[in-house]
């Protein structure tokens, strides 16, 4: 905190005097809504000449204290701050007045005397300001990915007063990870991940002043192809034609291919492959055989990688005497 700028009393008959000046009252803790008054006293025994000034300094004193007044004469120009000094005998009051409170106006105010170029007398009133919470930016972004297995933590902060209590839901109010509907804290830890955990996380801010503040979280989850196969075993008659498909989850989206005694098979001549994409990472792909011939019975093979990993399954078309109708 910086020191108000130096300015040494004249010698008198007053400062030859042994009583040192002192703060005897300064205001207590102040709790103002924003837009309200508050009104700081600073009441100064044997203040003789020194100088006396009102100062500010945010709560953790990590920025630049603002000098307020000095003397009888305010430093700020805002016509929201008013001075008022009164002095009887050697006794002196110096009040400060702020109207029409804003947040930025919280903080330690701090009334000095000053008694020489390194030295002064202090006593400090803090002003609190209710106001509705916010949250911070989040060390990471809105989307955090994780691999299967690995831990997470998901971290919200927010600032208001009264100290907003911080609480942790997900989509459609599904039960947490840890068990329950809601938690309450600024981090949320989930250890050993599962594909099951992947989803929307919502962190909301609530003080009871104003509206509470509510931000999403994306958690996604990274895990290796799991394939289904609907119908293991496909049969149609000759030159009828079918689908055969299998349906893949997977985190990141996987490549599908599809193979046929050990060959790729690929789009064109007998055969259209298409994939259709839904929710929960899911993707089913199907490959029509157009008027099935002799030479199209027997195993498929559908395979999925992604980068965690990769699966395969296998089908078996075969030859019927009735049509199916698909």
């Not at 204290?65 to 009164?86: C, H, K, M, P, Y």
């Not at 702020?98 to 009133?125: F, M, P, R, W």
């Not at 899911?282 to 699966?311: F, L, M």
Request: hydrophobic share 35%; proline share 5%.
């Amino acid at each position: 905190m910086c020191l108000l700028p130096t300015f040494l009393p004249a010698a008198n008959a007053q400062q030859a005097s042994t009583a040192s000046p002192s703060i005897v009252f300064i205001s207590p803790e102040q709790i103002k809504d924003i837009g309200e008054q508050v009104t700081l006293n600073c009441s100064i025994a044997n203040v003789k000449n020194y100088i006396v000034g009102w100062q500010k300094s945010n709560r953790d004193r990590t920025k630049e204290s603002n000098i307020i007044s000095l003397g009888v004469q305010l430093a700020v120009t805002e016509d929201r701050f008013r001075l008022n000094f009164t002095k009887e005998n050697n006794a002196a009051n110096y009040v400060l007045e702020i109207h029409d409170i804003v947040n930025t106006d919280a903080g330690l105010y701090e009334c000095q005397i000053q008694v020489n170029s390194t030295s002064k007398i202090t006593k400090t009133v803090e002003l609190q300001v209710r106001h509705p919470p916010m949250l911070l930016e989040n060390q990471h972004t809105n989307t955090l990915t994780k691999a299967e297995g690995e831990d997470a933590q998901l971290v919200c902060r927010a600032e208001g007063y009264p100290r907003p209590t911080i609480s942790w839901r997900r989509e459609y109010n599904a039960i947490l990870p840890i068990g329950g509907q809601t938690f309450t804290g600024n981090e949320l830890r989930l250890n050993g991940l599962r594909r099951e955990d992947r989803g929307t996380y919502y962190c909301t801010a609530d003080n009871g002043v104003g509206r509470a503040d509510t931000k999403t979280i994306t958690l996604e989850v990274e895990f290796a192809p799991v394939i289904r196969v609907p119908r293991p075993k496909v049969a149609q008659a000759l030159d009828y034609d079918i689908d055969v498909e299998c349906v893949v989850q997977a985190f990141p989206a996987p490549a599908i291919s599809w193979y046929r005694d050990g060959k790729q098979i690929h789009n064109g001549g007998s055969y259209s492959i298409s994939q259709i994409g839904s929710p929960d990472d899911v993707t089913t792909s199907v490959v029509k055989i157009h008027s099935v011939a002799a030479e199209h019975y027997g195993d498929y093979v559908c395979k999925a990688t992604n980068k965690v990993g990769q699966a395969e399954a296998r089908l078996n078309l075969f030859e019927s005497v009735i049509p199916v109708t698909l």
